[in-house]
């Protein structure tokens, strides 16, 4: 069996490529409960997110990777390894317009490389909200937070901070999803 949370992100994953509208952070405001995970400085020493998915179930991690897709009204999201390139980030003439879909990879390495991450409430159920506060596809960030492995070994990061650390230019020719 898949946890819902794998589920949400293979759909993601699948229907995503080339398809802006599939994969993006609502024009709206994040839930206010969401803005006071924002942390004001870095969190420190980050693990990549292959290696804090090999190293399993930990109480404390900081995990560093980039957007590549947003789940529309939850506080949702894949992280992706810094080590696999957005399209377009290493071959300038690739003129992808959808960079954040990692749709010039194959789907074996999308799913190698890329981590779920979810906001929780008190209850322990994702967060809904309109928007994540302040981070966009393809946003660099770190995550502190809690790393969870099911028992069918899908693994997720539960969130308790998030630090943008870097907003790529991107060429005038991509155009955010609005």
Aim: charged share 25%; with cysteine.
């Amino acid at each position: 069996m898949i946890r819902s949370s794998s589920v949400s992100f293979l759909c993601l994953v699948l229907a995503a490529c080339g398809d802006p509208a599939a994969s993006h952070a609502p024009a709206a405001k994040a839930n206010p409960e969401l803005q006071k995970l924002v942390l004001a400085t870095d969190p420190g020493e980050a693990a990549g997110v292959v290696d804090a998915k090999v190293a399993g179930a930990k109480d404390r991690v900081v995990v560093l990777g980039r957007i590549g897709s947003i789940t529309p009204g939850r506080a949702q999201f894949t992280m992706m390894d810094i080590e696999m390139p957005y399209c377009g980030e290493t071959n300038l003439e690739d003129k992808c317009p959808t960079p954040w879909d990692y749709c010039c990879e194959g789907k074996d390495r999308i799913t190698r490389n890329s981590l779920v991450v979810e906001v929780h409430d008190a209850a322990g159920k994702t967060f809904a909200t309109p928007a994540l506060p302040d981070l966009r596809l393809v946003d660099k960030v770190k995550v502190t937070g809690k790393v969870t492995k099911d028992e069918y070994g899908n693994v997720l990061l539960i969130a308790t901070g998030l630090f943008r650390v870097e907003r790529p230019k991107l060429p005038d020719y991509v155009k955010w999803p609005q």
